[in-house]
């Protein structure tokens, strides 16, 4: 089946540790995109990536880095700067970015927790 | 800049009742307008989309949405809600063409069909 898939389900984070996220997509899909989903904010954007190689910053990039090696894959670190790293996280990706009426497939998203 | 209001946190229905979830939108030139629903502690499905054509737009699970290009709304509307309807709904906007393509999405509405 095609889809995106983001591991793991839920992850624990102690403070001043670096974590990554991972997400993979079979859908040959050429752009991917990082959100943050935080209870009544809705959904707002960490980082995007066009294509592979090349990714750009987004409304709330910092603390954050990503890598875009391969197209099937767009991990997000996060990292001991995010002061409020607490969230669900959504991993996203769409035909060629900038085809703008092609809707987004989600993964089943990322629970992160610091303890 | 782009931007999309839902303007109720929550919506209340009774089973078999009609419902609408409002979304009104800001975009330069015309839109492509997306709904999303989410089920707790997953990712966002696609219900439907406008790109261009006729202002009722049907979708997925029986629901539909009505463009109305005066008044920068896209309401998502059911005519008989289901219990299994009770989700958080996500209006989402991108410009036609010029500014950012990548998609801006509301809030959120929490749907709760009451049995």
């Known amino acids: 089946d095609g889809g995106i898939t983001q591991s793991p389900k839920y992850l624990f984070r102690k403070e001043g540790q670096n974590v990554t996220l991972s997400c993979e997509q079979n859908l040959n899909h050429d752009a991917m995109y990082w959100y943050r989903q935080d209870p009544g904010q809705g959904l707002r954007l960490i980082y995007y990536?066009?294509?592979?190689?090349?990714?750009q910053k987004g409304d709330i990039a910092e603390g954050y880095s990503v890598s875009r090696e391969k197209k099937e894959s767009f991990p997000l670190t996060v990292t001991s700067a995010q002061k409020n790293p607490t969230a669900f996280y959504l991993c996203?990706?769409?035909?060629?970015?900038?085809?703008?009426?092609?809707?987004?497939?989600f993964g089943q998203g990322t629970r992160l927790t610091v303890v | 800049a782009q931007s999309v209001a839902q303007p109720e946190d929550q919506v209340n229905v009774a089973e078999g009742n009609p419902l609408t979830v409002k979304c009104t939108y800001s975009?330069?030139?015309?839109?492509?307008l997306f709904w999303y629903v989410q089920y707790p502690n997953r990712g966002l499905q696609f219900l439907l989309k406008?790109?261009?054509?006729?202002?009722l737009v049907k979708g997925s699970y029986g629901f539909e949405a009505e463009f109305n290009k005066s008044q920068t709304s896209f309401h998502l509307k059911k005519p008989s809600a289901l219990v299994s309807d009770s989700a958080l709904y996500f209006c989402a906007v991108r410009p036609a063409s010029g500014g950012s393509y990548i998609p801006t999405f509301g809030r959120g509405t929490s749907l709760i069909v009451h049995p």
């Open positions: 990536s066009q294509i592979v190689n090349d990714f």
């Open positions: 996203a990706s769409s035909i060629g970015g900038v085809l703008r009426i092609a809707e987004a497939f």
């Open positions: 406008y790109i261009t054509g006729d202002n």
């Open positions: 975009v330069s030139g015309n839109p492509y």
